[in-house]
Every structure is written in C-alpha cells, then in structure tokens.
C-alpha cells in the first residue's frame, strides 16, 4: 500500500526527531534551553514572520502583523505546555493577570496529563502546533454551543497567524535538537 505524501512527510519528521536525539553518546550532557531562551527565540522570529508574510501576501500589511502575532502567541502556546509543572509563560500569566492565568492553567492541565513531555506529538513542528489548535478547538466548540459569536476574521489573516505560531514552534524544536539531544526522549509519568 502506498503511503500518501503526508503519511511521508511525518515519517520523515519522526526519523529526523529520533535521530536528532540519539546523535550525542550517553556521556554527553546537554542542557535543554530555558523558557526565558524559547521566549527570545520567538521574540527574534517575530520580524521574519512579519517580513515573510508581508512580502508573501502582496504587501497586504494586516497580514503581517497577524504573522508577528502568530509568532508572539507562541510564546504562550508554547511545546513545553505538555509539563505539568508551571512554565515561565505560565507564570508570567499568573502573576500579571490577577489570577486569571490560573484558568488558562486549569484549562491546559488536561492537555499537560495527557502528553508526555518532550513527545514528539506536541513538539514537533506543524504537527504538535496543530495538535494545540485541536486541544483549543474543543473549548471553542463549547463556547460556540453555548451561544458565543466569534468576530468575523479573514482567512488570510487566520492562515499568517497560524504561520507565525508555527515558525515559532519551530524555532522552539531546534533549539531543543541543538542543545538539548539527551533529553528529547518523552519523560516517564512519575
């Protein structure tokens, strides 16, 4: 049976994921780089999302800015939602909100409990971006059923923001690749 060209492309992704992880010999330490060093990666992805979006779509500006957008929501949406101790972007909510960040915590707690962390279904590129997109469609399906009108957003628009919250992931999934081999292996629930 042939595969399709998706079933492809994610057989490739996965490869290059376990083998990423086991270039480095058992000795060798690597520390995973900090959430404060993910937040400054997609702080510094931000102008390309933007330059990138802007010269793709026809100088179409909202378009841009929406990519930029998508990249600096990734620092919230973070790979790293998959632990079930607090990140820094958790934190931050927490601590600047007034204790609103706890929902967003509670709401994002099964998420963490369902995936170990580090697996390659919330931190691989595209793949663990849409996985999160999933997770946040089940809430907006309920508050959809209980009556919630969403704005109208041009698809365009929904498309550039996607595209930077992806890049951000991926710029997420190097950082981890390059720096942190060792311990790119799904953790075991303790």
């Known amino acids: 049976m042939c595969d399709s060209r998706a079933q492809v492309a994610f057989k490739y992704l996965l490869a ?3 083998d990423a992880r086991d270039t480095l010999g058992p000795r060798e330490k690597h520390d995973m780089p900090s959430g404060k060093v993910h937040a400054a990666c997609s702080a510094v992805l931000t102008p390309v999302a933007f330059g990138t979006a802007y010269a793709l779509s026809g100088d179409h500006l909202p378009a841009a800015i929406a990519a930029a957008s998508g990249c600096v929501l990734g620092i919230l949406l973070t790979p790293d939602l998959d632990q079930e101790n ?10 600047r909100t007034l204790g609103l960040g706890y929902v967003f915590v509670m709401l994002w707690y099964p998420y963490s409990r369902l995936l170990p962390h580090r697996s390659p279904w919330s931190h691989l590129p595209i793949v663990g971006t849409l996985g999160r997109l999933a997770y946040m469609g089940i809430f907006l399906a309920i508050a959809l059923a209980l009556g919630w009108k969403p704005p109208f957003i041009e698809p365009e628009l929904w498309m550039s923001l996607l595209g930077g919250l992806a890049l951000s992931d991926a710029g997420h ?3 981890d690749t390059k720096f942190g081999f060792k311990r790119l292996r799904p953790q075991p629930r303790r």
């Open 86 to 95: 607090l990140g820094m972007s958790e934190r931050w909510l927490i601590k």
């Open 16 to 18: 290059v994921y376990y």
């Open 173 to 175: 999934w190097a950082l």
